[in-house]
C-alpha cells in the first residue's frame, strides 16, 4: 500500500482520502493532506510547520493503513524522508505488550530512493523515543529499578560497543553516601539502582562529555505524603526523567554520534512505610548539604541531589538534567513545552534550536535568587525541599533547590512533569505516555557534536 502525502488546498491538513487501485504493486492507496506549502519555521509557535505537519500527515495515513489491515506501506518522503520516518514510526507505536489482541503489525518503509539516509536517521529518532514511551507506559510490578536497568543495558550493548554500563547496587550508593537518594528507597523493598553508562563516541577519549542526568522514580506513591488514589496509577511513568535521558543515549550510540556522553540514573520507588521520610525528617546529601524533607512527595529533587552532585566527578562540557519534577509545571505550560531552568545562554540556545527542528519544544523558565530564598530559609537544615510558600512557584522553587547541588558552569534542569503523556495534544502520538523530550535531546546531542566551541 502506498501513502501519499499532497500540499496545497486539495485536502485539508491532515484529511484522508482512500482509494483502491488496478495496480497490482499498490492495490490501495492512502492520500493525506500536507497543509499550506513552505510554512517553514513559525516564531509564533517556535516549531518547524513544514516538518510538524509531514509527522502528522503521515502518522494519520499510517494508522489507516493500519485499521485496513494492510502489513506493509510505502511512504511518500514529502521532501523531507527524516520527518516523514518520524510520524510513520511515532503514530504506529502503541504499548500493547501485556494485551492478547494487539492492534495489526505495519511495517513501514520509504517510497522510491530519495532521502534514504534521512528516513533511517528518523527512524532512529523515533525508535529512541518509543523506548522511552515503552519504559515509561510499563506497569511498576513489571518496570522496577533493575528491570529498568536491564532494559537499557541490552539496548546499549546491541547498538554500539563503545558503551560500558555500570549498574550500581545499594551498598555502591551507601559508599558514595548519598543519603538523599536513600531516605527516598529506604521507604520500598524494591532495592535501589544507581545506572551509569558511558557512550565513548568521541574519537578523543579525553573530551569532555556530555552528561545526562534523569530521575528514576519507578513508582511515586507520595510516600507518607500519600498522592490521591485518582490518577496514581500514572505515577509508573514518574521515572520519565530516566526513559528519555537514557533512550537518547541508546539513539546517540546508534547513530554513533562523534561525543562522549555520560548517563546517570537513580532508580527506586517511593512508598509509604515504617521505614520511609517523615515529614520534618532531616537527611544529608552527598554533598555534606542537610534537607529538611516537609513533604515526601518532593522526593525526585532528593534523587537528583545526589546525582548532580556525582556528576561533576567528570569535568562535564554540559550537565542535563530531566525529570518529571513537579506538578507546577504542567499547570504552568501544559503540555505545550518541556519547562528549562539553565544557568547558561549557550546550552539553552542549543536545547532551543533543537527543540524548532523536532517539534517537542522547550520554554526558558527563571532561576531567581527570588525563589532561592524560599529553600533556604528552613528552620532545621540548609535547605527545605519546598518552598517556604509552599505551592506557589512550585517548579521555580525545585529548579532553585537543584541548584544548591550545581557548581557547573553549563546546567540545565528539564522539567517534564507537563509533556509526561498524551491525551490528543500531539496528533503524531497515541493517546498514552509521551516519551517526550527525548527526540529533543538526541537533536541536542547532535548540534553539541559539531559545536567544537570550548565553554
Known amino acids: 500500500m502506498l501513502c501519499r502525502l499532497i500540499g496545497g488546498d486539495r485536502l485539508k491538513s491532515a484529511q484522508t482520502l482512500s482509494r483502491y487501485t488496478e495496480r497490482k504493486d499498490f492495490p490501495s492507496v492512502v492520500v493525506v493532506g500536507l497543509g499550506k506549502k513552505a510554512a517553514g519555521v513559525n516564531n509564533q509557535e517556535n516549531w518547524n510547520e513544514d516538518k510538524e505537519n509531514i509527522r502528522t500527515a503521515v502518522a494519520v495515513g499510517c494508522r489507516q493503513v493500519q485499521d485496513l489491515e494492510v502489513p506493509c506501506v510505502e511512504v511518500d518522503p514529502c521532501g523531507d524522508a527524516q520527518s516523514a520516518a518520524e510520524g510513520a514510526v511515532l503514530g504506529l507505536y502503541e504499548y500493547s505488550e501485556l494485551k492478547q489482541k494487539k492492534k495489526p503489525v505495519v511495517t513501514a518503509q520509504l517510497h522510491g530512493s530519495d532521502g534514504k539516509e534521512a528516513w533511517q536517521k528518523g527512524v532512529m529518532f523515533a525508535e529512541g523515543q518509543n523506548l522511552a514511551r515503552y519504559l515509561m507506559e510499563a506497569p511498576a510490578n513489571y518496570m522496577t529499578p533493575m528491570k529498568f536497568a536491564e532494559v537499557i543495558e541490552q539496548k546499549l550493548r546491541s547498538v554500539n560497543s563503545n558503551v560500558k554500563v555500570h549498574i550500581r547496587s545499594k551498598a555502591w550508593i551507601e559508599e558514595q553516601q548519598m543519603g538523599a537518594f ?219 533547590f537543584l541548584k544548591e547541588f550545581v557548581t557547573a558552569a553549563n546546567w540545565a534542569h528539564l522539567d517534564i512533569a507537563g509533556v509526561m503523556s498524551n491525551k490528543d495534544e500531539v496528533p503524531y502520538l497515541r493517546k498514552g505516555m509521551a516519551g517526550r523530550p ?18
Open 182 to 400: 536513600l531516605s527516598v528507597a529506604k521507604g520500598s523493598d524494591e532495592p535501589p539502582v544507581f545506572l551509569e553508562i558511558h557512550y565513548s563516541g568521541s574519537a578523543n577519549a579525553n573530551d569532555s562529555p556530555l552528561v545526562f542526568v534523569g530521575k528514576g522514580v519507578t513508582f511515586d506513591s507520595g510516600g507518607i505524603s500519600l498522592k490521591p488514589s485518582s490518577g496514581m496509577d500514572a505515577m509508573r511513568a514518574d521515572m520519565g526523567g530516566a526513559a528519555t535521558v537514557c533512550s537518547a543515549i541508546v539513539t546517540a550510540a546508534t547513530l554513533n554520534l562523534p561525543l562522549n556522553i555520560i548517563g546517570l540514573a537513580p532508580l527506586c520507588e517511593n512508598m509509604p512505610s515504617s521505614r520511609a521520610n517523615k515529614p520534618g525528617d532531616v537527611v544529608r546529601a552527598k554533598n555534606g548539604k542537610t534537607i529538611q524533607v516537609d513533604n515526601t512527595d518532593a522526593e525526585g529533587r532528593l534523587l537528583l541531589a545526589d546525582a548532580l552532585c556525582y556528576a561533576h566527578n567528570f569535568n562535564a562540557r554540559a550537565i542535563v538534567n530531566a525529570a518529571t519534577l513537579t506538578g507546577a509545571m504542567d499547570v504552568a505550560l501544559g503540555s505545550a513545552a518541556t519547562g528549562v531552568f539553565t544557568n547558561s545562554s549557550w546550552l539553552w540556545t542549543h536545547l532551543y534550536a533543537a527543540s524548532i527542528l523536532t517539534g517537542d519544544r522547550v520554554w526558558r523558565m527563571p532561576l531567581f535568587e527570588h525563589y532561592t530564598k524560599q529553600v533556604t530559609d528552613c528552620p532545621l537544615a540548609d535547605l527545605s525541599n519546598v518552598g517556604k510558600y509552599s505551592r506557589a512557584g512550585g517548579a521555580c522553587t525545585a529548579a532553585a
Open 438 to 455: 527525548t527526540r529533543t535531546l538526541v537533536e541536542f546531542a547532535t548540534r553539541l557534536s559539531q559545536d567544537k566551541q570550548s565553554v
